[in-house]
């Protein structure tokens, strides 16, 4: 008689990039609450470039540091790549920020002290690897800052800055990108080059972005837009234009 064979054992299956489930936050404020998130449940697919959106206060930024594993949800599970955080130990979350996701924020975030090149290398050298020097070079070729390597981030206009941190967050060659406001401080040409550079991380690369803005003009790049308001999900748009998009945001504010 042939033996049972064991079931192999595999990696968790993917089938979202981020999955929340029911994922509440709450912030003490005084003698009362504040509900950031009030019950999100949301699957983002690999390969695919959401918008996130809402008025002031609704939780876009609460949003993403949960979904990112930078804060911790008071309820609810998130799920990075298959693993949930919330069953994980805090060096495990770590782990999985550090493996499966980039980030990208608004005020670019390089360390003033080191140039280009060591900016865009560090979450490898904080990891205790090596990168080496020519994956550097074409990662800084592919957002369009070849020969700045040795300059330093003071030296760099808003929209370089912005490009260097976009090559910082894909050098891990993470599942996802976060990006909170990344074109806020950008005039309009240097806002289009960042939008166009993170659209061609999903297309090219098939990296999953996550992008929060006010902005209607970046939102029309996302596949979806998710619309925010009291820390809940009011509104889904698949890809539309920057005026269908302000105006379903202008309605959340009714
Ligand atoms: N650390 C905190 N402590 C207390 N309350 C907080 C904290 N962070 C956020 N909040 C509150 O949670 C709610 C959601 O805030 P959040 O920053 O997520 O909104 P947002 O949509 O990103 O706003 P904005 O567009 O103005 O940046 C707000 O009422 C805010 O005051």
Redesign the pocket.
Same mark, same amino acid.
């Given at each position: 008689m042939p033996q049972p064979q064991p079931t192999p054992t595999r990696p968790p299956q993917t089938a979202a990039a981020v999955q929340l489930d029911a994922v509440t $936050?709450h912030?003490?404020?005084g003698p009362d609450v504040?509900v950031? %998130?009030d019950a999100v449940t949301l699957t983002i697919a690999p390969g695919t470039f959401t918008a996130v959106m @809402?008025?002031? @206060?609704? @939780? $876009?930024?609460?949003? %993403?540091?949960c979904a990112a594993g930078l804060e911790r949800p008071t309820s609810g599970t998130v799920r990075i790549a298959g693993r949930d955080l919330g069953a994980l130990r805090p060096d495990d979350v770590t782990r999985v920020r550090r493996d499966h996701v980039g980030f990208v924020f608004q005020g670019y975030d390089l360390v003033p002290h080191l140039t280009v090149a060591e900016n865009v290398a560090l979450p490898v050298t904080l990891a205790g690897r090596h990168v080496a020097a020519g994956r550097v070079r074409s990662l800084l070729g592919s957002v369009g800052l070849d020969g700045l390597q040795r300059r330093l981030p003071a030296e760099l206009s808003g929209g370089q800055a912005q490009r260097v941190a976009i090559a910082r967050a894909l050098v891990t060659e993470p599942d996802v990108v976060f990006a909170d406001?990344p074109t806020g401080a950008l005039d309009v040409r240097a806002a289009e080059q960042v939008l166009t550079l993170l659209r061609s991380a999903v297309d090219d690369l098939g990296r999953t972005l996550v992008l929060?803005t006010?902005d209607p003009r970046a939102a029309e790049r996302a596949d979806e837009v998710v619309f %925010?308001a009291d @820390?809940r999900v009011q509104d889904r748009l698949p890809r539309s234009g920057a005026h269908e998009i302000a105006s379903r945001l202008l309605d959340l504010g009714r």
């Open positions: $936050k912030f003490p404020n504040t950031a %998130l @809402g008025p002031s @206060g609704s @939780g $876009k930024s609460t949003f %993403l540091n406001e929060v006010h %925010l @820390g």
